[in-house]
Structures are given as structure tokens and as C-alpha cells.
């Protein structure tokens, strides 16, 4: 079973720097990474798939980067509505098939 | 506009069933698989499970978590995924959300997934 480690578990980043949220795999997942925003009492969002494809609607200062095990989530200037938990994830489709996600990480502001 | 909506959440007592639906909107249900997807309270996202299109069969996957006690069904003349819940615990409680899958095939030709568009959720509460 693969696993999914991010980093850091909090990130405190002030409003228009630049944020870079980390996401290992255990073992390649090639490029097959997304990544969603949750906000507070909300629904998980997508922002990324494929490691670097940004979703409908995303705007373009979230990019993703990295294939195999290292991916990188980065917003380049923080508007205040990106301060949020961002999970990575992986789906397996060897055996056991099914989707991981890691842990999340908390951006808050600085 | 593209939606799901969760229904059927509330509270149950340990050892009992329940099903929740989600009903899709807005898109061609039979086209796209769909995943449960379940988070404790004050905790991160974990997958439930998944059922295919009929193109690839509408066979399902289960997280290790729940297999042997969750069933997910689909009926697509409705646009409804279900989520049959039986033998209940109580870290079973959480908010319960479903999702749109996406396919797609890499360079080697191999088939993956990921989750476009997800419902608001609905909470189950499993305690006596």
C-alpha cells in the first residue's frame, strides 16, 4: 500500500508571499497526484491533477510540480481566501486498488 | 450546473444499517464512476470507496476500513450513487462525502482517476 507523507503539518505564511507545501509518495505514482483545498465547513475542492494540471476555474497562482515520489503544491502570492488545509492524494490501480490521500496541511496565516 | 447532494446521514447506534444516496445533477451520471469519501470529526480525508461506469463494468473497490460491511451501488436511470452501510462502529462517525471520478489513461496506457466534483457530505453519527 503506498502512503502519502506532507509536509509540513502547518505552514504560517504571510498574505502575498509565495507558499510551497510538500507531498512524498512511498513508492512512484508517475505523475498521477492531485490536489484539493478544504476550507472550514466545506467540501474538499480540486485544484490539481495529473501532478501539474490545473483544474477549471483554478486560478493560475496555484501550480503543482514533481513526478515519482516528490510533488510540490505552490501558490505564488497568498490572496486570503487560500489560508486552508490542502490534501495530496494517489490512486492505485494495481492491487489493492484504491485512492490514498496524505494527511493534509494546515496554511494559515502568518 | 454540476451537483451532487448527499441525503441520509443521522444518528445509529453501533451494529446497525444505514443507506445513504447521493444524487447527481447537471452532467451524465452513467458516464463517470463515483467514490465516498469520509471525514472524523477533526480529521483528514479517507477514501470509502468507488464504483466503476457500466463501461468499465460498475464493479466496485473498497478501502480495507470498510470492506465486507459497505456496499456502493449506482443507479444510473435515477443519477443516484447509494452507500449501504451495515454493521456500523463508532469510528464509522463522520462527515460522509461523495464524489465525481474522472478517468484518464498515462503514457503506458494505464487507467486512473481523480475526484472533480464533490457534494457538500453528510454526517452519520454512529453512539448508543
Known amino acids: 500500500e503506498i502512503v502519502m507523507t506532507q509536509s509540513p503539518a502547518t505552514l504560517s505564511v504571510s498574505p502575498g508571499e509565495r507558499a510551497t507545501l510538500s507531498c512524498r509518495a512511498s513508492q512512484s505514482v508517475s505523475s498521477n497526484l492531485a490536489w484539493y483545498q478544504q476550507k472550514p465547513g466545506q467540501a474538499p475542492r480540486l485544484l490539481i491533477y495529473g501532478a501539474s494540471t490545473r483544474a477549471t476555474g483554478i486560478p493560475a497562482r496555484f501550480s503543482g510540480s514533481g513526478s515519482g515520489t516528490e510533488f510540490t503544491l505552490t501558490i505564488s502570492s497568498l490572496q486570503s481566501e487560500d489560508f486552508a488545509v490542502y490534501y495530496c492524494q494517489q490512486y492505485n490501480n494495481w492491487p489493492p486498488i484504491m485512492y490514498t490521500f496524505g494527511q493534509g496541511t494546515k496554511l494559515e496565516i502568518k | 450546473e454540476v451537483q451532487l447532494v448527499e441525503s441520509g446521514g443521522g444518528l445509529v447506534q453501533p451494529g446497525r444499517s444505514l443507506r445513504l444516496s447521493c444524487t447527481a445533477s447537471?452532467?451524465?451520471?452513467?458516464?463517470?464512476?463515483m467514490s465516498w469519501v469520509r471525514q472524523a470529526p477533526g480529521k483528514g480525508l479517507e477514501w470509502v470507496g468507488f464504483?466503476?461506469?457500466?463501461?468499465?463494468?460498475?464493479?466496485?473497490e473498497y478501502a480495507a476500513s470498510v470492506k465486507g460491511r459497505f456496499t456502493i451501488s449506482r443507479d444510473d436511470s435515477k443519477s443516484i450513487a447509494y452507500l449501504q452501510m451495515n454493521s456500523l462502529k463508532t469510528e464509522d462517525t463522520a462527515v460522509y462525502y461523495c464524489?465525481?471520478?474522472?478517468?484518464?489513461?498515462?503514457?503506458?496506457?494505464?487507467?486512473?482517476?481523480?475526484?472533480?466534483?464533490w457534494g457538500k457530505g453528510t454526517t452519520v453519527t454512529v453512539s448508543s
Open positions: 464504483i466503476r461506469s457500466k463501461a468499465y463494468g460498475g464493479t466496485t
Open positions: 447537471g452532467f451524465t451520471f452513467g458516464d463517470y464512476a
Open positions: 464524489t465525481r471520478d474522472v478517468d484518464y489513461y498515462d503514457s503506458s496506457g494505464y487507467i486512473y482517476y481523480y475526484m472533480d466534483v
